[in-house]
Nanobody, 120 residues
Framework: QVQLVESGGGLVQAGGSLRLSCAAS??????RGWFRQAPGKEREFVAA???????TYRVSVKGRFTISRDNVKNTVYLQMNSLKSEAPAVYSC????????????????WGQGTQVPVSS
């Protein structure tokens, strides 16, 4: 049974940093990604990494966020720096056996999400 379990969320001060983790079990995936959903808004793409195409980022987070993965641990990370411009949101990790990018509809597996509130 496939499971994606996020961790690392929590209150962070504006301008601060936070690292999210997403551990997968049950199988390995070519693509791993992160999405976020602010209250009242649709889920949006943040970053993705695939074995074949490398990493892609939402334009607004480029240079501040870094996605990385540990294939031995089957875990993907999202290092977030300079969080002052981010609205509070639920961050969810995603995974898929095929190449996937910003299109939220094409990802096959999802974690339960973790809250990242940003205090001013």
């Amino acid at each position: 049974q496939v499971q994606l379990v996020e961790s690392g969320g929590g209150l962070v001060q504006a301008g601060g940093s936070l690292r999210l983790s997403c551990a997968a079990s049950g199988r390995t995936f070519s693509s791993r990604g992160w999405f976020r959903q602010a209250p009242g808004k649709e889920r949006e793409f943040v970053a993705a990494n695939s074995w074949t195409e490398g990493s892609t980022y939402r334009v607004s987070v480029k240079g501040r966020f870094t996605i990385s993965r540990d294939n031995v641990k089957n875990t993907v990370y999202l290092q977030m720096n300079s969080l002052k411009s981010e609205a509070p949101a639920v961050y969810s990790c995603a995974a898929d056996p095929s190449y996937r990018d910003y299109d939220v509809r094409r990802w096959g597996y999802w974690g339960q999400g973790t809250q990242v509130p940003v205090s001013s």
